[in-house]
């Protein structure tokens, strides 16, 4: 009966570890480190509060290197401009590209890929969202501005002990998926060879785990 009860158990982690993802906008921050000669996004994401109120939205990033004192205007995207966005300043010619969402006026990500990173390029980046919801009779506008200060770090020369742990990671996780496949056909047998009274006996505990779990969502039941 254990048997059944581990893979039960398992079932349930399984279940458990399904991303709770619903496309919900969040405000995660953005990486600040890029490496020299590669490319890095700048994430900048600004959610709408109002959700149910159609809107436009413009953004704009501004490049303020380590020795300069004001900010320059490096990139314009429109969100009711069916293109990608508009390079301002020669320091960035055809390094930049549009992350953000595209092919929507409602925009709310607007982070922005730079390709062939330099040592340049350090210093603070400013996104700025320009939004424009529309109430019908009136238009109310709001920003919001993120800062990113860039750090620029050489390209990195792994050790061998470096890739060795990595290798031994993969080796690890994939031999821990295996484990898992094998028992669980193991189980599967047994579970088929104890017939359909234990079956209904264990769906029975099955759903005593579930509602434990569910109280305790971290709670895990060790089976005797
Ligand atoms: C970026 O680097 C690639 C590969 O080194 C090169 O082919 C490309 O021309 C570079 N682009 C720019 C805009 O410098
Ligand atoms: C960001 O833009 C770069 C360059 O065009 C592209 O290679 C990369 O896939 C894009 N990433 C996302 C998440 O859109
Ligand atoms: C970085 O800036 C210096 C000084 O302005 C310039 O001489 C150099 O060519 C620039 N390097 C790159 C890769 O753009
Ligand atoms: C938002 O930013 C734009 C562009 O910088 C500016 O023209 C506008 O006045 C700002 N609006 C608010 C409400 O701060």
Known sequence: MSEV??????????????????????EV?????????????????????????????????????VDEKEYTHIYSYYSYEDKDGEIMDDRFYERL??????????????????????????????????????????????????????????????SVASIFSEVMMYVTVIGLQFWLLVEMIYCYKKISAAGEEALK?????YLAIASESKDNCAGVQVAE
């Open 5 to 26: 009860r581990l893979l039960l158990l398992h079932l349930t982690i399984m279940v458990l570890q399904v991303p709770l993802c619903h496309g919900a906008c969040v």
């Open 29 to 65: 921050d953005s990486d600040t480190e890029a490496v020299a000669k590669g490319g890095f996004k700048m994430g900048c994401i600004s959610c709408k509060k109002r959700g149910e109120v159609p809107a436009t939205a413009t953004v704009d990033w501004f490049f303020k290197a």
């Open 97 to 158: 590209a549009w992350n953000g969402s595209k092919r929507t006026d409602d925009l709310q990500d607007g982070s922005l890929y730079i390709l062939n990173v330099t040592f340049n390029d350090t210093g603070t980046y400013r996104c700025l969202f320009n939004r424009i919801l529309n109430f019908g009779t009136y238009e109310h506008h709001t920003n919001a501005t993120k800062v990113i200060k860039l750090r620029v770090v050489p390209e990195r020369t792994r």
């Open 201 to 205: 006996e264990s769906a029975a505990e």
